[in-house]
């Protein structure tokens, strides 16, 4: 997901402590992480890979990890704040994030084989800031999505992880979800709003590295 102010409040509610806590040593994490991974170019809206669902993680191994590392440092190097492995060419159900909430806090993590959780509507109001997607550069939309969101998967050792998020980091969540699943952001959108988001696409130049679409 690219970085984006979302204006968003944040509901209320203390965070339970069965969810996994990605705030710890978050900077040091992502540093690692980071320096161990090599950035690799941002697969752009109409490449094939964004647009059906990968493969769930099987394989919980060096070749995972290296995979997280990478997408660490492409992220880091497209200034996002949550990146899917189809967005760099891999087709697998893992996401890595280094999201604020709407208090500042930075979660960093990854979660494989992703799962939201289906709240109850008491538990979340819908919040319509402005999304916008490292595969779609340059281009933003107001998009509805709950203002809370549970997500159940896997950490890269296999172990199960449930985490928990709100506002912003809320909304990416649900995005970078979208993605594993083969939608993008502009696929939730009217055919209007997404052909204005394509346009600004067309008219933008992207700060970083892209696969051209053949």
Partial sequence: ??????????????????????????????????????????????????????????????????????????????????????????????????????????HVGAICNPVLEDLPAGSRVLDDSNEGCLSVPTAYAELARPDVAVCHGQDAQGRPITLRGTGYFARCLQHETDHLSGYLYIDRLSKRDRKEALRQMAEGTPRYETVPND
């Fill in 1 to 106: 997901m690219a970085q984006q102010d979302s204006g968003q409040q944040l509901a209320d509610g203390a965070e339970s402590p069965d969810f996994f806590d990605d705030t710890v040593d978050a900077e040091e994490r992502e540093q690692a992480h980071r320096e161990r991974g090599t950035a690799r170019p941002i697969t752009v809206v109409g490449n094939p890979v964004l647009h059906k669902p990968c493969r769930d993680v099987t394989e919980f191994d060096d070749k995972l990890g290296q995979l997280i590392d990478d997408m660490f440092a492409s992220q880091r190097a497209a200034e996002g704040v949550g990146l899917a492995a189809n967005q760099i060419g891999a087709d697998l159900r893992v996401f890595v994030y280094d999201c604020p909430d709407d208090d500042g806090v930075r």
